[in-house]
């Protein structure tokens, strides 16, 4: 790889790092501002999924540097997050003291590879890359219906199990043009939210 090519994909990087902390920050604002009927998205696994999904598809990283790029923007959207709440005065974790660094270590590189293939690939991995945002809008949202509806508005709630089924199902019919690709993604969804809900409903209720 050309030396010109390797300081474009380090500037693209470190453009989605920093874009992803702003993210971060305004989503620290948005927790105090946004109306009480969609205030439960700026402290989402659904939406915060779906903010690194869309940065990760737009850098237009593939295989381990999607991966590894995952990583550092859930980082970095956590640690933006935490720089503005801090900022207010109250206590959040920084890096290893904090729950959702881990949760980045995990989810990240799951997500980077899923933002790379549905960029970059078709058919199964297309399939499956589609997948895994709707998977956790999805499965938070039927949580968040079900276990903390009467504490939270259930505005938000239905948005993000519309949005997650809304994608899977328009990613099939725009993207893979196959009935069964389209199938496939759909059903994992389907189970994947499934799976999340069980393990989600088992950590948090």
Same mark, same amino acid.
């Given at each position: 790889?050309?030396?010109?090519?390797?300081?474009?994909?380090?500037?693209?990087?470190?453009?989605?790092?920093?874009?992803?902390?702003?993210?971060?920050?305004?989503?620290?604002?948005?927790?105090?501002?946004?109306?009480?009927?969609?205030?439960?998205?700026?402290?989402?696994?659904?939406?915060?999924?779906?903010?690194?999904?869309?940065?990760?598809?737009?850098?237009?990283?593939?295989?381990?540097?999607?991966?590894?790029?995952?990583?550092?923007?859930?980082?970095?959207?956590?640690?933006?997050?935490?720089?503005?709440?801090?900022?207010?005065?109250?206590?959040?974790?920084?890096?290893?003291?904090?729950?959702?660094?881990?949760?980045?270590? $995990? %989810?990240?590189?799951? +997500?980077? #590879?899923?933002?790379?293939?549905?960029?970059?690939?078709?058919?199964? !991995?297309? @399939? =499956? /890359?589609?997948?895994?945002?709707?998977?956790?809008?999805?499965?938070?949202?039927?949580?968040?219906?079900?276990?903390?509806?009467?504490?939270?508005?259930?505005?938000?709630?239905?948005?993000?199990?519309?949005?997650?089924?809304?994608?899977? $199902? %328009?990613?099939?019919? +725009?993207? #893979?043009?196959?009935?069964?690709?389209?199938?496939?993604?759909?059903? !994992?969804? @389907? =189970? /994947?939210?499934?799976?999340?809900?069980?393990?989600?409903?088992?950590?948090?209720?």
């Amino acid at each position: 790889m050309r030396p010109t090519s390797q300081a474009v994909l380090v500037l693209r990087a470190l453009f989605a790092i920093a874009f992803s902390f702003v993210l971060g920050v305004l989503t620290s604002i948005g927790q105090q501002y946004l109306p009480e009927e969609v205030s439960s998205l700026a402290n989402s696994a659904g939406a915060w999924t779906a903010i690194c999904f869309a940065v990760l598809v737009a850098s237009k990283f593939r295989g381990w540097r999607a991966a590894t790029l995952g990583v550092l923007v859930f980082v970095a959207l956590n640690e933006g997050y935490g720089f503005m709440t801090r900022l207010k005065g109250f206590s959040y974790g920084i890096l290893f003291d904090n729950f959702w660094t881990f949760i980045a270590l $995990v %989810a990240g590189p799951v +997500v980077g #590879l899923a933002a790379g293939w549905v960029r970059h690939r078709t058919g199964v !991995l297309a @399939a =499956i /890359g589609a997948a895994v945002p709707s998977v956790v809008l999805i499965g938070e949202g039927v949580y968040g219906l079900l276990y903390v509806s009467g504490t939270t508005s259930p505005v938000y709630w239905t948005g993000s199990v519309v949005a997650g089924a809304v994608f899977v $199902v %328009a990613f099939a019919i +725009v993207r #893979l043009r196959s009935w069964l690709w389209g199938c496939v993604s759909i059903a !994992l969804t @389907a =189970i /994947g939210a499934a799976l999340f809900l069980f393990l989600y409903s088992g950590r948090l209720v």
